[in-house]
């Protein structure tokens, strides 16, 4: 069996280049037809309007649109803004920059106050930051090459899903065996 897309990240320039050129749908339908499910968004510093029309493009071609709220510590944002960063989206990402800096008590209150779902992403050395409970999925980095297979046991061992890096470990993909994965970031089919 062939490892199973996931989910894939669009960084800002990314959403702010496609809103420019009018072809949002376009890579949307790319994302979909490569088999993708997700599309992270990283939303900072991107107008209502286009968060909103990016949004909308991922749900018109069957993807999930999940907000990336990337480097909420540089911010200074508490968790009812992380809540507002991602008012168009159908869940949330917070990642490891969150966990290295929010405490569990932070996570525990952005559950209560963010009815949708929460992705939870990580650096293979902090799975001790992981709350007991609240991440609706999880991912597990694994974008140092010579860590590879130690992060593919941590994911498996933590039910996640791998994540790969385009530049760094997605040529391994092959060796994932039936396991889902994500790519950072999307660089077209």
């Not at 990337?70 to 944002?77: A, I, K, V, W």
Request: glycine content about 6%; some cysteine.
């Amino acid at each position: 069996m062939q490892a199973a897309p996931n989910g894939t990240w669009l960084s800002q320039p990314q959403i702010w280049y496609y809103t420019s050129r009018q072809s949002l749908n376009g890579v949307m339908a790319d994302i979909r037809g490569s088999d993708f499910k997700v599309v992270f968004l990283d939303v900072r510093k991107v107008s209502e309007a286009m968060q909103q029309e990016a949004a909308q493009a991922a749900r018109r071609q069957g993807l999930l649109p999940v907000v990336w709220v990337q480097s909420p510590q540089y911010r200074g944002l508490r968790i009812d803004q992380l809540v507002a960063e991602a008012r168009h989206g159908d869940a949330i990402q917070v990642d490891d920059h969150f966990f290295a800096n929010y405490s569990l008590e932070d996570f525990y209150l952005l559950r209560r106050l963010y009815p949708k779902p929460i992705f939870c992403s990580i650096q293979p050395f902090q799975a001790s930051l992981l709350p007991t409970a609240g991440c609706n999925q999880l991912d597990v980095q694994c974008y140092s090459a010579p860590q590879f297979q130690q992060c593919i046991k941590l994911a498996d061992r933590l039910g996640a899903v791998v994540s790969l890096s385009s530049e760094n470990t997605l040529k391994y993909r092959s060796q994932l065996g039936e396991r889902s994965f994500n790519t950072f970031l999307w660089q077209g089919p």
